[in-house]
């Protein structure tokens, strides 16, 4: 039973911080690599960030490069992204998980948890 739980959203105004985590279980956490992607209303979720499965290399959607760090505790079974300067645009519900996302089960379904929002604004 996958199980992906992301906090640590909120409302935070432009050039703010925040600091997202995503709890996972169900699977072997360290053997995949993970990804946080973000979705806005009536846009397709976007990949934002991903890390290999021994936290060796990242990397970074353009928009988010220099600001966004990804990293993650196998031990925990654990993914963080801390957000810097954060900007409007940056709005958006995020979620976490492998890249490619997990599936499984006879439909093969997609295995996603509730994300969690991120508003900036001022």
């Known amino acids: 039973q996958v199980q992906l739980v992301e906090s640590g959203g909120g409302l935070v105004q432009p050039g703010g911080s925040l600091t997202l985590s995503c709890a996972a279980s169900g699977f072997a956490f360290s053997n995949y690599p993970m990804a946080w992607y973000r979705q806005a209303p009536g846009k397709e979720r976007e990949l934002v960030t991903n890390i290999t499965s021994t936290g060796g290399r990242t990397n970074y959607a353009d928009s988010v490069k220099g600001r966004f760090t990804i990293s993650r505790d196998n031990a925990k079974s654990t993914v963080s992204l801390q957000m810097n300067s954060l900007k409007p645009e940056d709005t958006a519900l995020y979620l976490c998980?492998?890249?490619?996302?997990?599936?499984?089960?006879?439909?093969?379904?997609?295995?996603w948890g509730q994300g969690t929002q991120v508003t900036v604004s001022s």
């Open positions: 998980n492998a890249d490619p996302p997990l599936r499984g089960g006879p439909r093969r379904r997609y295995f």
